[in-house]
């Protein structure tokens, strides 16, 4: 029993119960995001009284979600807001405060913030904009922040970024102002923008989806993507991370970290900014570099991180790999009930390196005794539109005994006939009795289909067109192919680092921020290459 000193409120907005600090708080750890995700107590500065500002919905979520710490709202002008007594500053507070999520406007956001310092706030969410992002007098207001935060050793995450959350049963914290509550499951999301969080978790929602831990990072000031993947790669609640990058900020530990996260988890990333506009959007929305795009790719490449090049791409492989064991090899069958998809599926996992299985004598021979006369028993499986639903289930059923076959992709094009929620039980109960990966598609049926939902929510991901199951299955085929990979060695060459400086340097000096091949050709002889050397011809026009 936990000493009367220690116990702390538990708020569920509508009644307050007595527990301790040890039930509210997991297994004490020195990870520095533990005051970011599993606060005790939360202070919101700037909890407005007006339904539709910023710091009122944050303040409604964590009520509405049942926030299991103590709550205070902060604000000078209110006695209290959303029914809890309001405080006037956070110094006035009588308990100690482990997360600040300040909503304040950007001039009394540094006053509020050195208040929060001086409490002993450990955590601060910085909601407000107006800093690095506008230019101008915004960046030296970073840094002030920034420093403030060293000053009192507080971990920020923000600020100009959307808030954080924890579904964690002993923490259940929505601190964001999104409209959506994600439902609670097995991914985290690190974003550099909280728009498309919002949006994703939106869409997440819908297609039943859930989240373990979400993190909007907005500037990254002070937390980076870095130290979320550092956290999240050993989390317990964490099966898969998704990312939204727009810039590394640190590539040589982007790459370390990730490259141990990607061995115990999959990381799927989508990395904005592809082309040089893109790129300097990037710039403009946070404040800072974007960077090449072949220098991420070649990144991703080398940690394992599996790069989708859309949010919905995104979601496809999310749900390959929250629902799906990985295949053990390349070798996969397709069932459909029509020619035209299975071809499509069929040219998109050639595309992405897969292999269509070919079927052993038996399998063969079982297909052949009870296929519809006008079938195609060859891989892909054809059943046409006579094949009954007992014909589909004997198919995949045959299809995943083969020993041939390491995963499968069931296509059906819904007949008006047939009721497609039987279609889709027959799919996910057969899948059940196999080890081996099944996605489906259902032909154009959207995620609020009987079908969809049936295949969903029994563990068989479905997906709208052939091509996007086809490619959500060869990113789990890379994973499992990446995780077999021999480590290798990391070698080490004699770099002149002074004759890189050099190069670039003198390519800054003449106001370039990009290299120009002859320049990079000097590179690699700094760093031990052999590169022939390059000149520009006599006469040569700048640019040409
Ligand atoms: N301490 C605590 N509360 C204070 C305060 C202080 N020192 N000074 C003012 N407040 C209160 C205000 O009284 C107000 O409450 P009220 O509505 O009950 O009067 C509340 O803080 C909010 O202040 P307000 O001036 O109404 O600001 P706002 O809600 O219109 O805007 C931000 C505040 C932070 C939302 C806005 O400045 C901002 O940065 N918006 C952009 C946010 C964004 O896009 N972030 C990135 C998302 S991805």
């Known amino acids: 029993m936990a000493p009367l000193s220690s116990a702390i409120t538990r708020n569920t907005g509508r009644r307050t119960t007595f527990i301790t600090r040890a039930e509210v708080r997991p297994a004490m750890t020195t990870d520095p995001l533990d005051a970011i995700f599993s606060p005790s107590s939360i202070a919101i500065v700037g909890a407005s009284r007006s339904r539709g500002k910023i710091g009122y919905e944050i303040l409604h979520n964590l009520i509405l979600n049942d926030y299991q710490g103590t709550i205070y709202p902060v604000n000078p002008k209110a006695r209290s807001v959303h029914g809890i007594p309001a405080y006037p500053s956070v110094l006035s507070m009588p308990g100690p405060v482990d997360l600040a999520i300040i909503t304040v406007p950007v001039d009394v956001a540094l006053a509020v913030v050195e208040e929060c310092g001086r409490k002993g706030v450990r955590g601060l969410v910085v909601i407000t904009a107006g800093f690095r992002g506008v230019g101008g007098a915004g960046i030296g207001l970073e840094e002030r922040l920034l420093a403030l935060c060293r000053e009192y050793g507080m971990t920020m995450v923000g600020p100009n970024c959307m808030g954080v959350i924890n579904t964690s049963p002993d923490i259940q914290m929505d601190a964001t102002f999104a409209p959506t509550p994600p439902l609670r499951g097995g991914i985290s999301l690190v974003t550099q923008s909280g728009a498309l969080g919002v949006a994703i978790l939106d869409h997440a ?52 970290i990730a490259r141990d996260a990607t061995k115990r988890k999959p990381v799927i990333a989508m990395k904005s900014g592809r082309s040089e506009a893109g790129g300097r959007a990037a710039m403009s929305h946070t404040g800072s570099l974007g960077g090449s795009d072949l220098a991420a790719e070649a990144v991703f490449n080398q940690t394992g991180v599996l790069r989708a090049n859309s949010i919905e791409e995104l979601f496809d492989y999310a749900m390959a790999f929250n629902l799906q064991p990985l295949p053990k090899g390349p070798r996969v069958a397709v069932v459909s009930d029509a020619g035209g998809p299975a071809i499509m599926c069929v040219d998109e996992l050639s595309a992405q390196g897969l292999t269509m299985a070919e079927f052993t004598r038996a399998t063969e021979e079982a297909l052949r005794a009870w296929a519809p006369a006008e079938a195609s028993i060859q891989n892909p499986i054809d059943l046409t539109p006579q094949g009954t639903i007992e014909d589909y289930r004997k198919a995949l059923d045959a299809v995943l005994s083969d020993p041939n076959v390491d995963a499968a992709i069931a296509i059906y094009v819904p007949p008006v006939r047939v009721d497609e929620a039987e279609v889709a039980r027959v799919v996910w109960q057969t899948a059940k009795r196999h080890r081996k990966p099944v996605l489906c598609n259902f032909l154009g049926r959207s995620e609020a289909s009987a079908g969809f939902i049936e295949l969903v929510s029994h563990g068989v991901p479905s997906y709208l067109f052939p091509e996007s199951a086809a490619r959500a299955l060869a990113a789990m085929h890379r994973h499992a192919e990446y995780l077999k990979r021999e480590e290798g060695k990391v070698h080490t060459f004699k770099v002149d680092r002074s004759r ?20 990079a050709a000097r590179g690699p002889g700094a760093y031990g290459g052999h590169v022939v050397e390059s000149r520009a011809p006599a006469g040569a026009h700048r640019g040409a």
């Open 500 to 519: 890189a400086q050099e190069v670039v340097d003198a390519a800054r000096a003449t106001g370039r921020t990009r290299l120009t091949e002859i320049d």
């Open 205 to 256: 929602k819908s297609l039943g989806v859930g989240f373990a831990k979400f993190c909007s990072l907005g500037n990254k000031a002070q937390v980076s993507l870095n130290d979320v993947l550092a956290a999240w790669k050993g989390d317990p609640e964490t099966k898969i991370i998704l990312a939204y990058i727009e810039n590394f900020g640190n590539p040589k530990n982007f790459v370390r």
